[in-house]
């Protein structure tokens, strides 16, 4: 059987790496409103959610929440599966 756990790290970083891009129009939407919401937003993480889908207006809010969530699941699933592997051996 053969592993690749390294593949697989990296694939989970990619998908954090699509989260981060996808929450900083969030952030900087929530700065724009407020300093206050803004500093809650980045520094609250069970007030982010709430603001992303009741506040945040944006043309693109479904892609972008998505990409948010999504991403970081899957990335955290897949680096966490990374290092099970790299942990495991061949």
Known sequence: MVHFPMGV???GIGFQFLAVVCFLPI???AFQRSVGTGFM???L???????AFSQFEHRWKGV????WLGGFVL???LRAVGLRLGV???
């Open 64 to 67: 972008l929440l998505s990409g």
């Open 45 to 51: 993480p069970v007030y982010t959610p709430y603001y």
């Open 27 to 29: 952030l900087v939407h």
């Open 41 to 43: 937003v980045l520094c």
């Open 88 to 90: 495991a051996g061949p």
């Open 9 to 11: 790290s990296l694939l």
């Open 75 to 77: 990335g955290v699933v």
